[in-house]
């Protein structure tokens, strides 16, 4: 032991710790892991210099004895920490700590349940409104802008003034409660009264005087109760996921769990999508088991709400069992707060950077182009099946080859950024939207001339343009949500701190309402302009295609900017690499004196010790 003092002191650390990470010294290793190490005494040190540094080592606590008769110093603990080897080893299953798995299950079967939620509200919505009497698929334009924004932003203002009066468990309840109790009551009670409470030949009146291109804004006021359903199940999908799921992920999880596991629930969320367009299927189709004069849409609606209030129920369940026996992680207390930036402020900080510029011309690009194909079809879908139930079937056909076509992409979206890049994944989406929107307008303005084509395939030019329509909003929700969206959150990584915060502050105010209304202000101006939707189809073609090539331009704008900052980053993170890392160890000095040395860990040998 003596001669190891001598010669390697208490701790060698190696001037380039990166090879020696992957093939450890065997000096080192038989140090830490010695079955039978020699206790460190004062009678066993002959000499004075080494009585002295017993003293010293045995004031600073410099050995610590394990139960295996393992001794670490404060250096060699610095060391583990630096190479980040575990102190202690926690209780795992395949692989992953108990702990872990407290949190990251219930939050899955908490998105499930949701996602589940979602996709039945979000099928059985548009059934109701489109094929509803005196109304169509010219009423969601008018929905979305006047009756649906309105109550957003009315609910993000309540939301804002319960947050400071409540806690964080009881706003949960607070918000997703009533929920759940409207959605049982209307499939109980408001539905079944629909024929008692809605205006009918009030409506009617008031449509004879005004003519057809009033029937949008009109059907809202005569089918009241389906229209706040629609609303209703829209805002679940913004609140219920985006506020209150992904509010309590962030604050249980930490940043390397998130990593870990945020992308699996992107996947269980397609696996929602598949299971729940089934059910959706199945109770459409109950009708054909009933007999004649029994309304089945009736029975297949109270089967789809009880099936969400008992998911609902469910998710209370899991949120109170996560906040009652799983272990929260403690947060700092010092937080950067975020910018409350009023719109005039979002408009001219988007204006005055090129890099936010061009990102929210991506998301408001989206917004409409999405939205002025998607009414369309519905028409269109309307048109072929006029039956809410036949409507309904179809919608969880199309639900699940939605999950389908997305669970695939994302399994394919890590090969297309390592493979291409960021720049070819963020240009998917609007080629897909631009290619399909094409083929399905074509079919629509074009479909008498080809209709001997298409009949030797049996098809009809209106079925043809459904199918090929679904085909479009299936590929493009699946790329929006397997590329479309990781590549607008990766914009927001290369950024400085003050640009990342308020772009994302100003996208949220200004963007995302201008991309969600903006294809309803169009396709309003169209209805209100021509007549009906159908007169406007042309004219809604070309705007799609404008925004799309402009949507392309933008992407790759971006696609150089944010490259160049990605360079920078790299360049900036190897400078860091360069610096030196220091941890105090034991000298060699020749006469063991017990002196403490800095060692590089990034092999500087300039400050190393000589050997």
């Not at 079937?393 to 939605?402: E, H, N, P, Q, R």
């Not at 290619?435 to 030797?456: E, H, K, N, Q």
């Not at 079925?463 to 927001?492: H, R, T």
């Not at 000095?589 to 040998?605: F, I, K, Q, W, Y």
Request: aromatic share 12%; hydrophobic share 45%; charged share 15%.
């Amino acid at each position: 032991m003596d001669v190891v003092l001598q010669t390697k002191g208490l701790l060698s650390l190696p001037l380039n710790p990166r090879n020696r990470l992957l093939q450890p010294s065997h000096g080192l290793k038989h140090r830490f892991f010695t079955s039978k190490p020699k206790i460190l005494g004062g009678s066993s040190l002959s000499s004075s210099a080494f009585q002295k540094l017993n003293g010293y080592a045995s004031k600073a606590s410099v050995f610590v004895q394990k139960d295996r008769n393992l001794f670490l110093c404060r250096a060699e603990a610095a060391a583990a920490e630096v190479f980040g080897e575990p102190e202690d080893e926690k209780p795992k299953i395949l692989g992953i700590e108990v702990s872990t798995l407290k949190k990251i299950v219930p939050l899955g079967m908490m998105f499930f349940c949701i996602l589940f939620n979602y996709t039945i509200l979000r099928d059985t919505k548009d059934v109701l409104v489109v094929t509803a009497r005196g109304s169509s698929a010219e009423i969601i334009p008018f929905l979305k802008t006047w009756v649906n924004l309105p109550m957003a932003i009315g609910f993000m203002l309540l939301y804002t003034k319960l947050a400071n009066v409540l806690s964080k468990q009881a706003l949960f309840y607070s918000v997703i409660i009533p929920f759940i109790a409207f959605f049982g009551a209307f499939g109980f009670v408001l539905y079944p009264l629909s024929n008692y409470i809605h205006p009918q030949a009030f409506a009617d009146n008031l449509l004879n005087t005004l003519g057809p291109r009033f029937l949008g804004p009109l059907a809202i006021m005569r089918i009241w109760s389906f229209c706040l359903f629609y609303v209703m199940a829209e805002l679940w999908g913004s609140v219920v996921i985006s506020v209150l799921f992904w509010g309590f992920a962030n604050q249980i999880t930490t940043v390397n769990e998130a990593k870990r596991f945020y992308p699996l629930f992107g996947l269980g969320a397609n696996v929602a999508l598949v299971f729940s367009g089934r059910t959706v299927k199945y109770f459409s189709n109950m009708r054909k088991n009933l007999g004649p004069g029994v309304d089945g849409w009736a029975i297949s609606l109270k089967a789809m709400m009880s099936i969400v209030v008992g998911m609902g129920l469910a998710i209370c369940f899991l949120y109170w069992w996560v906040n009652n026996y799983v272990p929260l992680p403690t947060r700092s207390k010092k937080k950067k707060e975020k910018p409350k930036m009023g719109t005039m402020e979002s408009i001219k900080f988007l204006v005055s950077s090129k890099y936010i510029r061009d990102l929210a011309t991506l998301v408001v690009a989206y917004g409409i182009s999405i939205n002025l194909v998607e009414v369309t079809w519905k028409s269109k879908l309307k048109a072929q099946f006029p039956s809410p139930n036949e409507y309904s079937s179809f919608m969880g056909d199309f639900s699940t080859a939605t999950g389908i076509a997305t669970f695939t992409m994302m399994l394919l979206s890590q090969f297309i950024f390592d493979k291409y890049g960021w720049g070819v994944a963020a240009k998917i989406t609007p080629t897909v939207l631009l290619l399909t929107g094409v083929g399905f307008f074509s079919l629509i303005l074009f479909g008498d001339p080809i209709a001997p084509t298409i009949a030797r395939f049996g098809l009809t030019p209106l079925l043809a343009a459904v199918y090929v329509g679904a085909l479009q909003n299936i590929f493009s929700k699946s790329a929006k949500y397997s590329l479309f969206d990781p590549c607008k959150e990766m914009a927001y990584i290369p950024l400085d701190e003050d640009t990342k915060v308020k772009g994302k502050a100003a996208i949220d105010v200004v963007c995302n309402p201008l991309g969600k209304s903006g294809g309803a202000l169009i396709q309003q101006f169209m209805i209100l302009s021509f007549g009906s939707l159908a007169n406007s189809t042309p004219y809604l073609g070309g705007v799609l295609l404008v925004i799309v090539l402009a949507w392309l331009a933008a992407a790759r704008s971006l696609d150089t900017q944010f490259t160049a900052l990605r360079q920078e980053e790299e360049l900036e993170k190897e400078m860091e690499r360069a610096a030196a890392v220091k941890i105090p160890v034991v000298a060699n000095n020749e006469d063991a004196n017990g002196s403490l040395a800095s060692v590089s860990l990034l092999g500087d040998s300039s400050s190393a010790p000589s050997s």
